[in-house]
């Protein structure tokens, strides 16, 4: 049910909120989210196969992060702003990148 999808949805914000400390680059991270699965902690990429709130491919990348990646958005958020630091050095410069390519 939708009520269900916005709630899970308003929490994994929450948790994301707690995470990154830094109004800036959580507005970052937010913009990716939203773009990539509006905030659904099960969001599937039906072509690609893609997971997660952050789209990780494949979605067991994530594991690095915590065993339960498939449920917990917390170990997705975890894993997401890892990758985006190691690849983009924040989540700005991800989103940076996003804007570009209109992916990360």
Known sequence: ???AATTEAGSAQQIAKKMISDSAQYQCFSKIVDHESDWNINA???SSGAYGLVQA???NKMASA???WKT???TQIEWGLDYM????GSPCGAWNFW???GWY
């Open 44 to 46: 599937t990429n039906a």
């Open 99 to 101: 804007q570009s390519n």
């Open 72 to 74: 917990n958005p917390a």
């Open 57 to 59: 491919l494949p979605g």
């Open 85 to 88: 630091k190691d690849r983009y």
């Open 1 to 3: 049910p939708a009520q």
């Open 66 to 68: 915590g065993s339960d």
